[in-house]
């Protein structure tokens, strides 16, 4: 076999390698429960689900909307709150759970405001306005602590 063949062979093999454990982390982190209240931790659940979307950003945000409608404004303050920090990467839409990798694909973290507000359209955007508003608050929360 030719040095050019196992160079080759070899990154392709590394390639295959990373994203196996990038995609490997990734799952297993996204189905962990954030809140102490079982209807944040489900809010939570939902959130991470329908955004963290492989090149589907905008597609599956239905069920936030859902989510979001039934809690109550004390709950979403929690939410907002025991949602904490993430890295999202705005070029795939995605958040990362490799922290090794995230300024190589350009994830800085965010707090649930500002991910919301980087994933929505502007439609998208003044629905949670409607609902946070049905609920005595306005979106985004600037300070949720």
Sequence with gaps: MSKTIQIFIGAVLALIFGLYFYFKGRSSKSTEPK?????????ISVI???IDK????????EPIFDV????????????HKDF????????FGIFS???VL?????AETYNLSAILL?????????RIKAIYKSKGLVFPLVNPN
Excluded at 118 to 126: A, G, V
Aim: overall charge negative.
């Design 97 to 99: 759970w490799v922290p």
């Design 118 to 126: 980087r994933e929505f359209d502007e439609n998208q955007k003044q």
């Design 35 to 43: 809140s102490n209240d079982n209807s944040v931790a489900e809010a």
């Design 102 to 106: 995230d300024d190589a694909i350009g």
């Design 68 to 79: 979001v409608s039934r809690l109550n404004s004390s709950q979403i303050l929690k939410l």
């Design 48 to 50: 991470d689900q329908s």
């Design 84 to 91: 904490g920090l993430r890295y999202h990467d705005s070029t």
């Design 54 to 61: 492989f090149l589907f950003r905008n597609k599956d945000h």
